[in-house]
C-alpha cells in the first residue's frame, strides 16, 4: 500500500493507473471504526484499484467544533487499510489541500444546506462540498463510497456530482451500527460509559418515528417527531437538537407520512454531538442500518 501526503505526487500515481482500471475510493476523516471499513469492503470488490484518504478537513468545522479534538490514530488508520488491500492511501496535511492563496469554495444552497444540519453547523456543507470536490478532481475516482449516516452530506454530494457533470458515480451505504443499535462514530469515543448507554436513545427514538409510520401511513407527520421526542425525552443526558422528517433527496420537511422519507435526529450526549436517521425508501422498504457483527 502507497502513502502519498502532496497532491502532485497523487495526481502523478493516479494518471500512472491503466485507462481499462475501474478505480474506487473511499474518504475518511481516520479514526476508522466498521462503518468506514464496511465501505473499504465494498470498494474493494467492486474495483481494479482501491483509493482512500485521511483528512481532517478544517473547512467543515465551525469555531466552537471538534477539530482539534478530533479523535486520531493515524498508524492505526493505515494498518486497517492496508490489510483490507487498500492499494494508496492520501494523507495531505490542511495546507497542501488549502494552501495560502485558496480563494475558491463550493457553496451550495436551498434546504439541503440551511436545513437540519446546516442550521446548527452554519457552513458546515460549504466545506464539506468543497473537499470533496476537490479530492474527487485529486484521486479521479470512477466510484466513492459514503455512509447513509451522513445522509444530508450524501445528497449534497450527489447533487453536487450531477449539477458539475462529475464522472463519478455515488455509492451510499447502510449506517453500520453497534450491537445495541448506536450508529458508529468516531466521536463515539468521547463518550464516558454512562453516555454510551445514553445515547442509545438515538435509535430507540428513530425506532418510534418507524413505528408511527407503519401505523399511521400518510398521517401528519408530526405523529413520529413527536414520538421521537418523548424517546428523547426520557433520557436525562441526551440534549436534543433536532427530530424531523424529511425528503431524502431535497431535504424538505415533510407534512405527511409517506415514501420516501428520512427519520431524521441528532441530540448532544455529554461532550458528543450525535447524528442518525432511518431512511424509507421509494419502494416503502426500510434501510434502518445493519448490526455489526462484533
Same mark, same amino acid.
Given at each position: 500500500? &502507497? ?40 470498494? &474493494? ?13 478544517? $473547512? ?33 496535511? $490542511? ?53 447513509? +449516516? ?26 453500520? #451500527? ?17 453516555? #454510551? ?6 435509535? +430507540? $427514538? ?12 400518510? $398521517? ?5 417527531? #413527536? ?40 441530540? +448532544? ?26
Amino acid at each position: 500500500m &502507497r502513502v502519498i501526503t502532496t497532491i502532485r505526487e497523487m495526481v502523478a500515481e493516479r494518471s500512472s493507473c491503466a485507462s481499462f482500471q475501474k478505480v474506487g475510493f473511499v474518504p475518511t476523516m481516520g479514526f476508522l471504526h466498521e462503518g468506514h471499513l464496511s465501505l473499504v469492503h465494498q470498494a &474493494r470488490e467492486e474495483n481494479d484499484i482501491l483509493t482512500s484518504s485521511i483528512f481532517v478537513n478544517p $473547512a467543515q468545522f465551525g469555531p466552537h467544533e471538534d477539530l482539534a479534538s478530533y479523535p486520531r490514530d493515524l498508524p492505526r488508520d493505515l494498518s486497517l487499510l492496508e490489510n483490507l488491500g487498500v492499494d494508496i492511501v492520501f494523507v495531505p496535511v $490542511a495546507d497542501e489541500i488549502y494552501p495560502p492563496d485558496f480563494v475558491t469554495y463550493v457553496d451550495p444552497t436551498g434546504p439541503l444546506v440551511y436545513e437540519a444540519e446546516g442550521a446548527i453547523r452554519h457552513g458546515h456543507f460549504r466545506g464539506v462540498a468543497t473537499v470533496v470536490l476537490k479530492l474527487f478532481q485529486i484521486m479521479q475516482p470512477h466510484n466513492a463510497y459514503f455512509g447513509q +449516516k451522513d445522509a444530508q452530506q450524501a445528497a449534497i454530494i450527489s447533487h453536487m456530482i450531477s449539477d458539475f457533470n462529475l464522472p463519478v458515480k455515488l455509492h451510499i451505504l447502510s449506517t453500520i #451500527r453497534e450491537v445495541d443499535g448506536l450508529a458508529m462514530s468516531s466521536r463515539n469515543a468521547y463518550l464516558n460509559k454512562k453516555e #454510551r448507554a445514553a445515547a442509545t436513545v438515538l435509535y +430507540k $427514538a428513530l425506532q418510534a418515528g418507524r413505528l408511527q409510520f407503519e401505523a399511521h401511513f400518510d $398521517a401528519d407527520a408530526s405523529l413520529a417527531v #413527536r414520538a421521537m421526542i418523548d424517546i428523547v425525552e426520557t433520557e436525562s443526558l441526551a440534549r436534543l437538537d433536532y427530530a424531523d422528517v424529511r425528503d431524502p433527496d431535497s431535504f424538505v420537511q415533510l407534512k405527511a407520512l409517506h415514501a420516501p422519507a428520512l427519520l431524521l435526529i441528532a441530540a +448532544k450526549v455529554g461532550p458528543a454531538r450525535l447524528i442518525d436517521n432511518f431512511l424509507l425508501r421509494a419502494d416503502g422498504s426500510w434501510d434502518i442500518g445493519i448490526l455489526a457483527n462484533i
